[in-house]
């Protein structure tokens, strides 16, 4: 039983992005020196409250106290002031800074002169670490070190800044095993010392482990909260992915997967390596078919797609297109073989100051547009591929930042278009699109399938994968722990499949 007076208690919290409900009556509440484990679905809403306790979603609603007080959180600085840090899922550590600049980052010690100390700094970081067994040099650049410092550090810097409660959002899944494990004893230390965690991570094992409750959230709700003892992972699974069922126009929640093509096979990839994101993995594609990778953020299937696209390095492993070995050093090799990628940060993809037709044939300005480019020719070249991906408005002058998401990406699509495709790389192709603008996107990708190309669509969403794979590849910690093809895959197999824990072995 959870003690009368919780240390934080946030009743029927609200939140409403532009008016679409993300958190409904949800009531939340930890106790000092508790680890409270937060789980659910992609979009479940996970985020979101955590950011309510972070300060930085002040139109929430509903009521926080804090040891029996109410407060309210309207600011980044409201929280920390009342003992509340947050460390991200996207690290927000500056790279280039010292550790004990990150340390102190906006609250570093002055002498008397006014002027920063830095000795008294730099002792104050390596005690503050220390006291969290991190023996470092603080006065390196805090991008030297591995993520899992990185985290600690992000940790170290809320704790010296008063945190009595720490969030973690989804911490482990960039982490391989050691390092997270490493990251849960410094978890069990503060916990010893009275501070109070929560823990957001889509590995359940972990969750029921290091954690004494777990609440799970679905669509906005709260289903549950209760003791880890009382709980098991299939038991969340169910609860997380609860009586989904697909409605018209959705996504599949569970689908049967056709056995493995018997065309040719167009990319064979053999223990393929990069470190400390994926380790000897291999696996082949036919010509036509859609090879889904799924895993968690981090799990280093997206990855993977940049490496074969060339624009990461691998340190060992090998490539056959068509059965011949290929040497793909750089993304220009890669576009030369027809591998290409569509990538899941389109600001980096789209050029949004340049016209669209520009960003159509960037790709291969030499073959498309000649050595002579003019606006004329870029025009004349776009045009077509335009109306072919059916961007609207079909305005190759237009500057491409303003399409819409969706049309951006049929761009993008279109740049490849004008050179032989044979592997398309899609990396969360349609994310944060409608159902429409997602549909024409998947129709583009088809017909590329229909011309023969190998498709590898890797996602963190379950649904998409299960609408539009063929075969379906799971990653966890950077190796493939399973593969369905032939067979009824649910989304919950796919879920067990991706938090299965190998050990690594590099
Ligand atoms: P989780 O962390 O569980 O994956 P989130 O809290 O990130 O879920 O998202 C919950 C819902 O709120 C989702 O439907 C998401 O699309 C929406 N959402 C999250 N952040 C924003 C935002 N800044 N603007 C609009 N909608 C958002
Ligand atoms: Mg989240």
């Given at each position: 039983m959870p003690d009368p007076t919780p240390l934080l208690d946030c009743r029927?919290?609200?939140?409403?992005?532009?008016?679409?409900s993300a958190l409904v009556d949800v009531d939340f509440d930890v106790q000092a020196g508790e680890v409270h484990g937060l789980v659910g679905c992609n979009g479940a809403g996970k985020s979101t409250l955590m950011k309510v306790l972070a300060g930085v979603v002040p139109q929430y609603t509903g009521e926080i106290h804090l040891g029996g007080l109410p407060i309210r959180l309207d600011?980044?600085?409201?929280?920390?002031?009342?003992?509340?840090?947050?460390?991200?899922?996207?690290?927000?550590?500056?790279?280039q800074l010292s550790v004990a600049e990150n340390l102190f980052l906006s609250r570093q010690p002055r002498t008397r002169f006014g002027n920063i100390d830095w000795r008294r700094m730099r002792r104050e970081a390596r005690q503050a670490l220390a006291e969290l067994d991190i023996d470092i040099d603080v006065s390196r650049p805090l991008r030297e070190f591995p993520l899992v410092i990185r985290q600690m550090v992000e940790i170290a810097r809320g704790l010296h800044s008063g945190a009595r409660v720490l969030i973690l959002d989804e911490p482990t899944s960039a982490l391989s095993l050691p390092e997270a494990r490493r990251l849960f004893e410094l978890m069990r230390t503060l916990k010893s010392r009275g501070v109070s965690l929560i823990f957001i991570s889509h590995f359940l094992e972990d969750v029921?482990?290091?954690?004494?409750?777990?609440?799970?959230l679905r669509d906005g709700r709260k289903l549950l909260t209760d003791q880890s003892a009382k709980l098991n992972r299939r038991a969340i699974i169910e609860q997380m992915v609860g009586g989904e069922t697909a409605a018209a126009g959705q996504d599949a929640t569970e689908v049967t997967l056709k056995p493995e093509s018997k065309e040719p096979i167009r990319l064979r990839v053999d223990r393929w390596t990069r470190r400390g994101c994926f380790t000897g993995v291999s696996f082949k594609v036919h010509r036509g078919e859609c090879l889904g990778l799924y895993g968690f953020v981090g799990a280093g299937h997206q990855e993977l797609l940049h490496t074969i696209a060339g624009a990461q390095p691998v340190q060992a492993g090998e490539i056959r297109i068509d059965n011949s070995p290929r040497r793909i050093r750089h993304v220009a090799d890669a576009v030369e073989q027809g591998v290409v990628l569509v990538g899941a940060d389109r600001g980096q993809t789209v050029v949004r100051g340049a016209s669209i037709a520009r960003n159509i044939?960037?790709?291969?300005?030499?073959?498309?547009?000649?050595?002579?480019?003019?606006?004329?020719?870029?025009?004349?070249?776009?045009?077509p591929v335009l109306e072919q991906v059916?961007?609207?408005?079909?305005?190759?002058?237009?500057?491409?930042?303003?399409?819409?998401?969706?049309?951006?990406?049929?761009?993008v699509l279109g740049k490849w278009l004008l050179g032989p495709i044979h592997v398309l790389l899609?990396?969360?192709?349609?994310?944060?699109?409608?159902?429409?603008?997602?549909?024409?996107?998947?129709?583009?990708?088809?017909?590329?399938?229909?011309?023969?190309?190998?498709?590898?669509?890797?996602?963190?969403e379950p649904e998409m994968?299960?609408?539009y794979a063929d075969r379906i590849l799971t990653f966890s910690r950077g190796q493939v722990t399973a593969?369905?093809?032939?067979?009824?895959?649910?989304k919950a197999d796919l879920m067990h499949a991706a938090e299965r824990e190998l050990e690594r072995h590099d």
């Amino acid at each position: 039983m959870p003690d009368p007076t919780p240390l934080l208690d946030c009743r029927q919290i609200g939140v409403a992005y532009h008016g679409v409900s993300a958190l409904v009556d949800v009531d939340f509440d930890v106790q000092a020196g508790e680890v409270h484990g937060l789980v659910g679905c992609n979009g479940a809403g996970k985020s979101t409250l955590m950011k309510v306790l972070a300060g930085v979603v002040p139109q929430y609603t509903g009521e926080i106290h804090l040891g029996g007080l109410p407060i309210r959180l309207d600011s980044p600085r409201r929280a920390i002031a009342h003992g509340i840090a947050m460390v991200y899922q996207e690290l927000s550590g500056i790279g280039q800074l010292s550790v004990a600049e990150n340390l102190f980052l906006s609250r570093q010690p002055r002498t008397r002169f006014g002027n920063i100390d830095w000795r008294r700094m730099r002792r104050e970081a390596r005690q503050a670490l220390a006291e969290l067994d991190i023996d470092i040099d603080v006065s390196r650049p805090l991008r030297e070190f591995p993520l899992v410092i990185r985290q600690m550090v992000e940790i170290a810097r809320g704790l010296h800044s008063g945190a009595r409660v720490l969030i973690l959002d989804e911490p482990t899944s960039a982490l391989s095993l050691p390092e997270a494990r490493r990251l849960f004893e410094l978890m069990r230390t503060l916990k010893s010392r009275g501070v109070s965690l929560i823990f957001i991570s889509h590995f359940l094992e972990d969750v029921l482990t290091v954690c004494d409750r777990v609440t799970i959230l679905r669509d906005g709700r709260k289903l549950l909260t209760d003791q880890s003892a009382k709980l098991n992972r299939r038991a969340i699974i169910e609860q997380m992915v609860g009586g989904e069922t697909a409605a018209a126009g959705q996504d599949a929640t569970e689908v049967t997967l056709k056995p493995e093509s018997k065309e040719p096979i167009r990319l064979r990839v053999d223990r393929w390596t990069r470190r400390g994101c994926f380790t000897g993995v291999s696996f082949k594609v036919h010509r036509g078919e859609c090879l889904g990778l799924y895993g968690f953020v981090g799990a280093g299937h997206q990855e993977l797609l940049h490496t074969i696209a060339g624009a990461q390095p691998v340190q060992a492993g090998e490539i056959r297109i068509d059965n011949s070995p290929r040497r793909i050093r750089h993304v220009a090799d890669a576009v030369e073989q027809g591998v290409v990628l569509v990538g899941a940060d389109r600001g980096q993809t789209v050029v949004r100051g340049a016209s669209i037709a520009r960003n159509i044939t960037l790709a291969h300005l030499a073959t498309s547009v000649g050595s002579w480019i003019t606006t004329r020719k870029e025009v004349m070249v776009s045009q077509p591929v335009l109306e072919q991906v059916g961007c609207r408005p079909p305005d190759p002058c237009k500057p491409a930042g303003q399409l819409s998401g969706g049309n951006q990406q049929k761009v993008v699509l279109g740049k490849w278009l004008l050179g032989p495709i044979h592997v398309l790389l899609l990396e969360e192709p349609t994310r944060g699109m409608d159902v429409h603008a997602k549909t024409e996107i998947m129709r583009l990708v088809r017909e590329q399938q229909k011309l023969g190309a190998a498709v590898i669509l890797a996602s963190t969403e379950p649904e998409m994968l299960l609408t539009y794979a063929d075969r379906i590849l799971t990653f966890s910690r950077g190796q493939v722990t399973a593969e369905f093809s032939g067979k009824l895959v649910t989304k919950a197999d796919l879920m067990h499949a991706a938090e299965r824990e190998l050990e690594r072995h590099d």
